[in-house]
């Protein structure tokens, strides 16, 4: 049952005043509230401080989120039933996992298959449209759960996956590579998926902030569940994405480039295990993963640049446009240095 100081509470948590709902929640919960009603929001205004500890105590007070016993597993598997995204943020945990029991089993979509299998410990990589029942195993947990199972925190959390090296396509590569003379290559995104709309900036609305000189844009934009040829991209602006999704080709056109600007979705993830340095753009209430007024500990490449508040895009765009132009000035200034020296 919700209480009107537990909804209170929901709503200072929306809008990211987050000491202010902790202490309504509290109270909620003296007042006889269900300890269930707002759990999530309490576990994610710990995971937002940066507190893990603090939000694994939280989810103890609920069941497991996973099927088996996770601290004597024989054969684990590893359900990745949200966005790509998730799955390449928290199959980090794999090797730690896969060194406390005798297999792990990854169930996950077909287009990142070749990167699992590059992950230390996947004993085996498995369609997301595979029935479970055919697979013989003792626990299954969902990717995202892998942090509280294994109660790491973020002193402690693990490397990110290793991407392995793959080939992109010799035409975009080659037009990237002409179109980019002596330029900042980098590659954008502007749409998250329309599950979320607050995370997605219009396209117009971006590059009306970026410089109009120093760099090249190559677009890293899916089409978000519609067709490809859906996705419309100015001819001042290189389309990288013209084929089927394929997260190890869009690395490799990563690899190619000097910095990503993107909104909250795969690419940002992708980018940041390889260490790119990734500019990610974060709607105010952003999630949990990105915490509160800090870098993100999850890749050290990654910087945050977070809405000032609810739906204000031009005042974080116009921050990334200026930033921008001093990355640009400064590769251009690296650029000189090295051809006098040389």
Known sequence: MHSVVGLAGKALYEQRRI?????????????????????????ACWMLLGK??????????????WQGDIRRPRHVLIRCLRGLGDAIQFLRYVPLLSSRCARVTVHAPDS??????????????????????????????????????????????PDP??????????GCLRAIREASVGTVRTGI????????????????????????????????QRACGRKPESVSVPAKIINAETGPANPLATAAI????????????????????????????????ADWRWMLGRTSPWYPSMRLFRQASPGDWAAVLQEVGSELEEFSQAAYLRTMRAQNSA
């Open 19 to 43: 000491p202010e709902a902790m202490a309504c929640f509290q109270k909620a919960l003296a007042l006889g509230e269900d300890d269930r009603t707002h759990a999530f929001e309490r576990w």
């Open 112 to 157: 990142l298959h070749p990167l699992i299998a590059a992950v230390p410990g996947v004993g085996a990589v498995n369609s997301r449209d595979q029935p479970a029942d055919g697979l013989m195993h003792d626990c299954e947990i969902e990717c995202s759960h892998l942090p509280y199972a294994l109660r790491t925190t973020i002193e402690t959390l």
């Open 189 to 220: 995104v502007w749409s998250a998926g329309d599950w979320n709309p607050a995370r997605s900036i219009p396209l117009e609305l971006l590059m009306a902030h970026l410089p109009a000189t120093g760099i090249t844009l190559i677009s890293l």
């Open 254 to 285: 990563i690899a190619e480039l000097d910095l990503v600007v993107t909104v909250d979705t795969m690419v940002a993830h992708l980018a940041g295990s390889m260490g790119k340095p990734v500019w990610t753009i974060l709607p105010y209430a």
């Open 52 to 65: 893990y500890e603090c939000a694994w105590k939280e989810a103890d007070r609920s069941a497991p989120p």
């Open 161 to 170: 996956i290793r991407v392995p090296e793959a080939d992109a396509p010799p």
